[in-house]
Nanobody, 126 residues
Framework: QLVESGGGLVQAGGSLRLSCVAS????????MAWFRQAAGKERAFVSA????????HYAVSVEGRFTISRDNAKNTVYLQMNSLKPEDTAVYFC?????????????????????WGQGTQVTVSS
């Protein structure tokens, strides 16, 4: 089970930090990722982090503004979002994949992930 939190309403240029707590699985052996889905659009990849936390990958649209991290002792993955833009408005989902490798740049497809959270709304006003 994955449970996200930290969403909300923020002005453009502001920051938010999302959290996702995992339970009922061996968190440290899974690749974790964040996806987002804007109204009327497909669910899109945002960022992924390897099971060890040593490797990360970002969508071009968020590179340099968002940072993914994880704390395996707390079974938690984070997404720090800075310099937010109105186009970042979406429901953000946490996802887990049973993949222990380092090649997270190959993990952009939603079909690679077998567990999903319920999502948390992020709204950025202009």
């Amino acid at each position: 089970q994955l449970v996200e939190s930290g969403g909300g309403l923020v002005q453009a240029g502001g920051s938010l930090r999302l959290s996702c707590v995992a339970s009922g699985r061996i968190f440290s052996s899974h690749t974790m990722a964040w996806f987002r889905q804007a109204a009327g659009k497909e669910r899109a990849f945002v960022s992924a982090i390897s099971s060890s936390g040593e490797n990360t990958h970002y969508a071009v649209s968020v590179e340099g503004r968002f940072t993914i991290s994880r704390d395996n002792a707390k079974n938690t993955v984070y997404l720090q979002m800075n310099s937010l833009k109105p186009e970042d408005t979406a429901v953000y989902f946490c996802a887990a994949a049973d993949y222990i490798g380092s090649m997270v740049d190959l993990m952009e497809s939603k079909y690679e992930y077998d567990s999903w959270g319920q999502g948390t709304q992020v709204t950025v006003s202009s």
